[in-house]
């Protein structure tokens, strides 16, 4: 049955991870609650990954604490591990062995046996699709029922705790959809799903809560609503350029309303205060200094704006 919004199931406090002089995870603090599915955002390099494989006890941090389940990480990590599944972003499976193969095999690891192995298994397959394809080996699967599959082996054991690091990455959109109902039916189950990914339309269709990471810090998190209205008063303007090197950001910046800028790539990304209109005076900078605008798009508040608003990127880049 889901749970009542109300357990942490997992807490994280001052967490810290340094690599030599790199702090790739800096101070974070942030609690996911028993039922949610909560979003983990941050554009690459921002210590997202970095995070996860602390979450999934495959990095030791340098300070701080990871509780999942009432347990330290670090003193309890084997029965905690029990609870966890995760669905890589890098494919898991075993191309020699059957689809009901992989299952049985990733099952087994968490001591299950005999015929509660066989049926956990068979579910599993089914819940995803591929009960009728469990037979067969992933060599002759797409991608997409290769990423079922992989959840498949992730979910034999009946986690509480469900970590999936970009879990529809480069599969076609039948199976993103596929995935993404089974994502909210394992949900509806009772499974707590930590959840990454690099397309923001996934994250508004079944996020509860969103947390966004960039620079190794937890900058903000709230529901969809509760970003998008505390970013109300600021839009992005994106204009696209033949060449970024004429552009001088501080010039930009000191145009009334112009609240920070950033370039991703040939793309100068504006964030402008939505109260104060200063389009016309943008545009006469870029004519004035000659540089040829190829594109431009204001965009409007959702949170492929929150994230551009707080990380100067787009989510994909």
Do not use: W
């Not at 966004?212 to 529901?223: H, Q, S, V």
């Amino acid at each position: 049955m889901k749970g009542d919004l109300g357990v942490n199931i997992l807490e994280i406090k001052n967490l810290v991870r340094k690599f030599d002089n790199v702090i790739a995870v800096d101070n974070i603090s942030f609690n996911i609650k028993e039922g949610e599915i909560y979003g983990l955002l941050g554009p690459n390099g921002a210590g997202k990954s970095t995070a996860i494989n602390m979450i999934c006890g495959l990095l030791t941090p340098n300070s701080g604490t990871i509780t999942i389940l009432g347990e330290d990480i670090n003193k309890n990590s084997k029965n905690i591990r029990y609870n966890i599944g995760v669905v890589p972003q890098d494919i898991a499976i075993y191309d020699d062995l059957t689809a009901y193969e992989n299952v049985a095999f990733f099952g087994s690891l968490y001591n299950i046996r005999g015929k509660e192995l066989k049926q956990r298994s068979e579910e599993a397959l089914e819940f995803v699709g591929l009960k009728d394809r469990a037979k067969e080996l992933p060599s002759k699967f797409s991608g997409g029922m290769k990423r079922r599959l992989n959840i498949a082996c992730a979910l034999v054991h009946r986690p509480k705790l469900m970590i999936m690091d970009e879990p529809t990455v480069g599969i076609d959109p039948q199976s993103r959809n596929h995935i993404l109902d089974s994502i909210k039916k394992l949900n509806k189950m009772g499974c707590t799903i930590i959840y990454t990914s690099h397309y923001m339309e996934e994250v508004e269709s079944i996020c509860t809560r969103i947390g966004i990471i960039d620079n190794g810090k937890l900058i903000i998190e709230g529901t969809k609503e509760e970003l998008k209205q505390n970013n109300l008063e600021t839009s992005s303007i994106l204009i696209t350029v033949n060449s970024v090197n004429e552009v001088n950001v501080d010039e930009i910046e000191k145009i009334n309303g112009v609240l920070k800028v950033a370039i991703d790539k040939n793309t100068v990304i504006i964030n402008t205060n939505t109260r104060i209109n200063n389009l016309d005076q943008i545009i006469v900078y870029f004519n004035q200094n000659h540089i040829h605008i190829n594109n431009l798009e204001n965009k409007g508040m959702d949170l492929e704006t929150v994230f551009l608003n707080l990380t100067g990127r787009n989510l994909r880049d």
